[in-house]
């Protein structure tokens, strides 16, 4: 079994293949690691070649076509942002007492699962505790321990890393044909990531950084500009937590050049001559990356992104 489309994660990618081709998986996975690492697309990698009809993940027949719209009778997906409620599953609760309906097997794909209710995950764990035959139970999350330990324990847990900087460097130099330096950077922002990196491959995106970047030194003041430049991250809702790692990026380069004022050691190297316009208080530095990580923190519970942000950006601005 091979995952080509996927980059990095070796060993679940061998974990699964082995699962696979014996033949013996058990009724729960559980897939755990930072966001946008590429869970959910390994997770339909492995139903793709489960339904396919040439057990290949060809990507072509009827039930691969389906999986990929995710319109295939025996896959159902269960995604949410911010809650999953008990009603998101009583159909699963039936559903998982009849046959498949031309699948080997039905699958239940739970993406966000530490999002689950109290009263959703009590009657998943009913589910689980006694699985009806032909099914299998996806779990997937970013945020582990916010997964009932109850629930995890049922489940084999696949624990996803981030992709490293340099497999995402060549991956989106050979595959993506971004320019070596570009892509380097880019590698560098998305924290192994891979959606983090489509994101800052996006033009509009890229440029915001060097916007927010003058806020915070104090280049441009003041309320409004602080005001303006929230609108404009918090318009699309994943673009947050992609701009607060920004900004952990941001005041590790200003940390680095006040420690050894080495300029070639920064991330966002494009924006040198703006880092370099003054000799940063190291204290400021590190309440800021105490506050911004104490706001990516919060993004878990489901808080007012655009108060949250702006009160982010007054707390650090120059
Ligand atoms: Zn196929």
């Known amino acids: 079994m091979e995952f080509n489309s996927i980059i990095g994660h070796e060993r679940p990618r061998s974990l699964l293949a082995s ?3 014996k033949n013996r998986f058990p009724h729960a996975l559980l897939f755990s690691g930072p966001p946008g690492v590429g869970k959910y697309t390994v997770a339909v990698e492995l139903v793709k ?3 396919c009809e ?3 993940a060809c990507g072509v027949c009827r039930p691969c076509q389906n999986v990929i719209r995710n319109g295939h009778p025996d896959l159902h997906t269960i995604r949410s942002e911010t809650s ?4 998101e599953l009583r159909n699963v609760r039936k559903e998982v007492y009849e046959s498949p309906y031309e699948a080997p097997l039905r699958v239940i794909l739970i993406d966000g699962a530490e999002q689950m209710t109290h009263e959703a995950a009590n009657a998943l764990l ?3 505790e006694e699985p009806p035959p032909l099914n299998l139970f996806f779990l997937i999350t970013s945020s582990e321990k916010d997964v009932p330990l109850t629930i995890r324990s049922r489940c084999m847990h696949i624990g996803f890393g981030p992709i490293s900087t340099g497999q995402m460097k060549s991956h989106l130099v050979k595959t993506l044909h971004l320019p070596e330096r570009k892509a380097e950077l ?3 922002l998305s924290w192994g990531s891979m959606s983090s990196a489509f994101f800052w491959m996006d033009e509009e995106n890229f440029a915001m950084r060097r916007r927010l970047a003058e806020l915070v030194i104090g280049k441009k003041k003041g309320f409004v500009a602080a005001t303006g430049v929230s609108e404009i991250i918090i318009s699309y809702e994943k673009g947050l937590r992609f701009y607060l790692y920004f900004l952990l990026s941001l005041f590790r380069d200003l940390w680095v050049l006040n420690q050894t004022g080495d ?3 920064l991330v966002n190297g494009d924006l040198r001559e703006l880092l370099e316009t003054n000799t940063w208080d190291v204290a400021w530095v590190e309440r800021s990356i105490y506050k911004v990580q104490e706001a ?6 489901n808080i007012n992104r655009w108060l949250a942000f702006e009160h982010l950006a007054l707390s650090i601005m120059r």
Not at 296 to 301: A, F, I, Q
Request: hydrophobic residues 45%; charged residues 20%; neutral net charge.
């Open 126 to 128: 009913k589910t689980l």
């Open 263 to 265: 300029a070639h050691a």
């Open 19 to 21: 699962l696979f081709e």
């Open 84 to 87: 999953i409620g008990i009603d």
């Open 49 to 51: 070649h489960l339904f």
């Open 296 to 301: 990516l923190e919060s993004l878990r519970y």
């Open 54 to 56: 040439t057990k290949t």
């Open 186 to 188: 880019v590698a560098s």
